[in-house]
């Protein structure tokens, strides 16, 4: 595959709407973002815009069914950030619309790995891409001639006459005299304005990359399918005794997983089951990464040991093997969540796992179809998009929320203690889980914690909300949720003081251990203190980073 050659001079009405809707959307981005100390639906709106003024300006990117898709996955991507923002659901935006900017400069969709070097090569080339573009225009014009320099003498006369009448009227009427002198041509350098520009700058050089994306060229893909790769002692007898080694070794590993973990039955003396199931999960995931890569540097298809009959079977077994170990791994990670509680994280990690799994049933697949390398990689990342596409439709912060609050030790489930500082972590994500947790019978020490941080909470969802920058469909109907659940269970609003992440006071300033007698101690100074405020580590708003939990780390 080799892309196409390079284009030619951009034709000039063309370049010039290319550069007015980049200008547009420039100062759109100024309205909606620069100085906005939230940002809500608003992303959303504008990345629709980018999207809509990018087919518009630029209709060969419909012309291709690639294309076509990549267009569609920005445009579902941009309906979730309008719902409500997050990082995921922004990446998938970026790369699915520079994918449509750049495949109208390629000849075909080849494989993912190879569009992966596309766009980790088109972030440094689109910087210089308004100066390349200035550059071929400037020779455009040198071949074409004079012309367009005549094109525009015809606004000096215009531009000259009126300038010398209104001269001329400023000197006899004193109105127009102190409106000339009033308008201000050029505004006042400060560094806000620098600030300004650079942001300004930035939009439009991102902009840009998409209306006039640069020609990012690879070297020719190999003829015949994947690359033959010689490793030294890697032949059939080396990988049909390291397959039978290695299934020899999981089956160990499995045969006890499926004895303590499947079974549920008793552990050593000293160890607990969420020690067992904490210290084997990550490990066990790069164990299968590793074996997945064995197969695919080992085992290529046409290769002489992917002929082999029994390596295959071998090869079958192993990956089976491998599937196993992922479903403990993952049964592991629910024992832990049990022990201790759901985060964000750990519902990420297990995506992730589910992903594992998703690879080595394709590596299988492509071992026993007889598939190519491109074709691997390209269903990976068709199954990685569908998955983390379907992320940015829920609230993992608040399933994990939702979930803490059911199995929480205070009331009556068998997970670990409600962790409010988590909870806090959250912010909005949390705030239904906690009106929840609030009318359930607790006690009241905790009961007095959680409508403190209920109602900041909430104080906070409102905030964000009554500013239109932070505006977001998901908290529009959280918030109206949660003041329907207020006011129909008749909850109490809480005045927001300083308190600890947990909603715990603050406690009071403790004594300096210097005292009456010690020596360099004034016998006649009453004793000192020393005032220990620990941070405000109450909910921020939807939009800032949180501390970390006191507890247990939820990272984990």
Not at 141 to 147: E, K, S, V
Not at 263 to 286: F, K, Q, V
Not at 372 to 388: D, F, K, R, T, Y
Not at 450 to 460: C, F, H
Request: some cysteine.
């Amino acid at each position: 595959m080799t892309d196409r050659p390079a284009a030619r001079p951009p034709k000039l009405y063309s370049f010039l709407m290319k550069v007015a809707g980049a200008l547009l959307l420039v100062i759109l981005a100024d309205r909606l973002f620069f100085r906005a100390e939230r940002v809500g639906s608003t992303l959303g709106g504008f990345a629709a815009a980018f999207l809509i003024l990018t087919v518009c300006l630029r209709l060969e990117t419909l012309r291709s069914w690639p294309s076509r898709v990549a267009l569609l996955v920005a445009a579902l991507a941009s309906a979730a950030m309008m719902v409500d923002v997050g990082l995921l659901p922004l990446a998938i935006y970026a790369v699915s619309l520079t994918v449509a900017a750049l495949l109208p400069r390629t000849t075909r969709f080849d494989d993912g790995w190879r569009w992966m070097q596309r766009l980790i090569l088109h972030g440094p080339l689109a910087l210089f891409g308004p100066l390349r573009d200035w550059m071929i225009l400037r020779r455009a014009r040198r071949r074409a001639g004079p012309r367009p320099m005549r094109s525009l003498a015809i606004f000096v006369l215009p531009l000259a006459g009126s300038i010398v009448f209104l001269t001329l009227f400023a000197q006899a009427n004193p109105l127009i005299a102190n409106a000339l002198a009033n308008l201000q041509l050029l505004p006042e350098i400060d560094a806000l304005t620098i600030v300004r520009v650079f942001f300004w700058g930035g939009t439009f050089v991102m902009v840009w990359s998409v209306l006039r994306p640069p020609r990012v060229r690879l070297r020719p893909a190999p003829v015949g399918g994947d690359p033959e790769i010689d490793l030294p002692g890697v032949n059939a007898a080396s990988v049909t005794l390291s397959l039978a080694a290695f299934n020899a070794i999981f089956a160990l590993q499995n045969g006890l997983d499926l004895a303590y973990l499947w079974s549920n039955a008793p552990l050593p003396a000293g160890m607990t089951l969420a020690e067992y199931a904490h210290r084997g999960a990550y490990p066990l995931i790069a164990t299968a990464l590793l074996a997945g890569l064995f197969v695919l540097v080992t085992l290529r298809p046409g290769s002489a040991t992917a002929g082999s009959r029994a390596i295959r079977l071998l090869v079958t077994l192993w990956i089976a093997q491998n599937l196993l170990l992922v479903a403990s791994t993952m049964l592991r990670t629910f024992d832990y969540i049990d022990a201790y509680s759901l985060t964000r994280l750990r519902i990420a990690a297990l995506v992730w796992m589910g992903l594992v799994a998703i690879g080595l049933a394709l590596i299988c697949a492509r071992l026993l179809k007889g598939k190519s390398g491109g074709w691997l990689i390209n269903a990976n990342m068709l199954a990685a998009l569908v998955v983390l596409g379907a992320c940015t439709t829920f609230d993992l912060g608040r399933m994990a929320a939702a979930w803490n609050v059911r199995h929480a030790r205070e009331v009556g489930g068998a997970g670990a203690a409600i962790d409010l500082c988590y909870l806090n972590q959250l912010g909005p994500s949390a705030l239904l889980p906690l009106i929840e947790l609030e009318t359930r019978p607790i006690p009241r020490e905790l009961r007095d914690r959680v409508q403190w941080l209920r109602s900041r909470t909430m104080a906070r969802l409102a905030a964000d909300q009554a500013d239109w920058h932070g505006w977001t469909l998901r908290g529009a109907r959280r918030l109206r949720a949660a003041e329907e659940s207020v006011l129909r269970l008749r909850l109490p609003r809480r005045r927001d003081e300083r308190r600890l992440c947990d909603g715990r006071p603050i406690p009071p300033p403790t004594p300096s251990p210097i005292r009456p007698g010690d020596p360099g101690a004034d016998p006649d100074a009453p004793p000192t203190v020393e005032t220990v405020v620990p941070p405000d580590e109450g909910a921020p708003s939807a939009n800032q980073a949180e501390p970390k939990p006191l507890t247990e780390p939820a990272g984990r």
